[in-house]
């Protein structure tokens, strides 16, 4: 759902002023005239996705062609989030010492070199359970390197007074992904099988380092005398983190929603493949559906946010994300109805966790000072997805013992309790969330 935040400070030099690696304030001009913003967005747009054609197909290639078990899946899951949980916290101040456009280049390179093996296993006949565990473990770690840098270098591209507008237009991006991606997972899928699909995620990746060669940046790299012990500065993130009382809420309800959400999504596909007897093509159609309403939100959230204001955005959509993810067990109850139940149920969960994310994210990266960014978004990244590798395998043992069905049922109650810790706060009192006082 969400992400990270930092901080950072040296005996000798109080505070890092902001103009080295921020775009100063201008008079604003739409990034629809930024080419520099457009070659980095159009990358991550294609990045973007074939990261869903692979999120459909490794699922589907371990149920329908390795003839996984749920515990099986459980494992696949973890591994491919384990990597917030075993290096999130150090990689966020190893990031801060980094140029963040380079670490994304390196990052893709990666994921591209580790998913193209998939195929080329398949086609020699040697593709194995293990494979996948290994191949998902690598790329779990690209992509935490990745996706810190990621939220931490919008700063340095756009001027501050642009960040929500750039944020929307990621968030935009990457919810048309989610429509696109999984719909043309599934045709891939169908006409030359899930190994092969992969291989359009590995082009995309490819175009999205190739846009980041192209792409320049007003980051400049801290010192060398203005880094401290590695401990020291990852101890400097989580403080900056919860020692924000609106940061340290917003952690709570994000994790533990993550938690829950992914008890439910990892036996997602053996109930939508088994238990209801889909096609991949139907579920990557139900995916990319239900994500209409994450473009939706993603467009609605400038104008709820001035109608209800900032703050009460986040209670509100926390609210409405947690109640709906009952609605996806229950399709079990009512099998006729289970595809618009689906689409109905990830539809209203995506626009409101697209609200949420939005305004948050733009919220942490306001208020947090650039030479922090890359340790905050991680501290907040360990905090909120390094439940999530615990989660998968925890599903995977209940999904053994109790089935499929009670398990996402567990997850799905466990979702509502996720909004109380924004709900019962201050939000509700205020209009606008805060501006930085660095």
């Not at 990892?266 to 559906?289: D, K, N, Q, W």
């Not at 996720?418 to 805060?434: D, E, K, T």
Request: with cysteine; proline share 6%; glycine share 8%.
């Amino acid at each position: 759902m969400s992400e990270p935040d930092r901080a950072s400070g040296t005996a000798s030099e109080p505070v890092e002023p902001l103009e080295p690696t921020v775009v100063p304030d201008a008079p604003q001009r739409s990034l629809w005239r930024d080419g520099n913003f457009l070659t980095m967005w159009s990358g991550q747009a294609l990045a973007q996705v074939g990261s869903q054609v692979t999120e459909l197909a490794l699922p589907v290639l371990a149920v329908l062609l390795l003839h996984a078990t749920e515990f099986e899946i459980g494992l696949l899951n973890a591994a491919g989030v384990a990597a917030f949980l075993v290096v999130g916290l150090p990689a966020g101040a190893w990031i801060d010492r980094m140029r963040k456009r380079r670490v994304m280049i390196w990052a893709d390179a990666v994921r591209a070199a580790a998913l193209l093996a998939l195929p080329l296993l398949w086609w020699a006949d040697l593709l194995a359970m293990w494979h996948l565990y290994a191949v998902a473990l690598v790329v779990g770690i690209a992509t935490v390197f990745f996706d810190v840098s990621y939220q931490s270098i919008i700063p340095s591209l756009v001027r501050a007074n642009q960040i929500a507008e750039a944020n929307g237009k990621l968030e935009s991006t990457r919810e048309l992904a989610n429509i696109s991606g999984p719909a043309l997972g599934g045709w891939l899928i169908g006409l030359i099988t899930a190994p092969f699909a992969i291989l359009a995620t590995v082009g995309t990746y490819i175009a999205s380092f190739v846009a980041l060669l192209l792409t320049r940046d007003h980051e400049v790299s801290r010192d060398a005398e203005d880094r401290g012990p590695i401990l020291r500065e990852i101890g400097e993130g989580l403080r900056w983190v919860f020692g924000n009382g609106l940061l340290r809420r917003i952690v709570g309800t994000t994790g533990i929603s993550n938690f829950f959400n992914t008890i439910s999504f990892t036996m997602l596909p053996i109930f939508l493949l088994r238990e209801l007897g889909l096609t991949p093509a139907a579920m990557g159609v139900i995916f990319s559906l239900g994500s209409v309403g994450g473009l939706a939100g993603a467009v609605a959230t400038p104008h709820i946010v001035r109608w209800i204001g900032e703050a009460r955005a986040i209670p509100v959509s926390a609210i409405a994300f947690s109640a709906v993810a009952c609605m996806l067990p229950l399709a079990a109850t009512f099998p006729a109805v289970a595809f618009p139940l689906l689409v109905v149920q990830g539809f209203i969960g995506s626009f409101t966790v697209l609200l949420y994310n939005i305004t948050q994210v733009t919220f942490r990266q306001r208020i947090t000072p650039p030479r922090l960014l890359g340790r905050m978004n991680a501290s907040v990244r360990f905090c909120v997805w390094g439940v999530m590798p615990i989660a998968a395998v925890l599903a995977g043992a209940l999904g053994t013992w109790l089935g499929v069905v009670p398990t996402m049922w567990i997850g799905a109650s466990g979702q509502l309790l996720s909004a109380l810790c924004v709900v019962i706060g201050p939000f509700w009192f205020m209009r606008a969330l805060p501006d930085a006082q660095h």
